[in-house]
């Protein structure tokens, strides 16, 4: 289904955004209904990533010209789209949260409707929340300069090669850089964390004048972050091709390992030049295929 006008918004996709002409992005230009449209198209590639996991929606009413917040609670009625919930219990808190269950079209352009730019999703499905499917590293560098995430994130490849685990590297739609391994069923997501941890601290003790596990931003000094906690239980990750609240509406785009060098800049992903990128071969279409045990 397109685009039909009505009286009151913009229908796309089966679902009524409102401003559509709300400018999110003004020295681009991008508007509310520009993000609404590439979410629609991207869905067939989008949607596969987002298919029952429990996701945290980054909501940016204003774009680029205002704050955002992270939101995982959204009451049934809330969302005014068929969305599937699964309530579950906040260990901060102690209380329930009702979380949408990403997967389908309409859930995906109702969060756009209520001011959503970036999805977050869980490493787990409903009906397993205790099961991890992936792995995945998050490298930042806090010197801002993407060639030391690529530096860190080949260090990373190796170590990961030892144990003959496939892995597949992607932009986190910022500076840094996703790495994601594939899991068979079985691993919990305490097991998949712990092993995460001791691979960090592997990495970080092979480079560390470029690596850091400190948590604490001032301990970090200009080295890469080297994050393990997405994995642990209702964490959450930006999945491929999700757009990022950053100058040029960037989006995080699966790459092969050869693509990622110093010469790589992630800031020509944008939501107006995926088209020409996707129009190629996927490099992760084997991921699913490719999926492991992690090593005893």
Known sequence: ???????????????????????????????????????????????????????????????????????????????PVGAPRLRLRAASTGK??????????????????VGCISMHVMNSRMGSMRDADWLAFDLDPSSGEFSDTVRAGSVLKGILDEHRLASFPKTSGSRGLHVFVPLRTGHSQEAVTAFAVRVGEELARRAPDLVTMAHRKSARGARVYADPFRNAYLQTIVPPYSV??????TVSVPLAWD?????LDPRRFTMHTLEKHVAAADPWSDFNRRAQRLPD
């Open 96 to 113: 329930d949260v009702n979380y949408v269950v990403g997967g389908s079209l309409e859930a995906l352009l109702g969060l756009v409707r």
């Open 244 to 249: 990022r609240r950053r100058p040029g509406a």
């Open 1 to 79: 289904m397109g685009t039909a006008r009505v009286s009151d918004g913009v229908t796309i996709g089966g679902v009524t955004i409102s401003n559509v002409n709300k400018v999110w992005w003004p020295d681009e230009g991008i508007t509310k209904g520009d993000i609404a449209r590439y979410y629609h198209a991207i869905s067939p590639l989008l949607l596969p990533w987002m298919r029952d996991r429990p996701l945290t929606a980054e909501r940016c009413p204003d774009g680029m010209l205002g704050g955002c917040f992270y939101r995982k609670n959204f009451p049934e009625g809330n969302i």
């Open 259 to 263: 693509e990622v060098t110093p010469k």
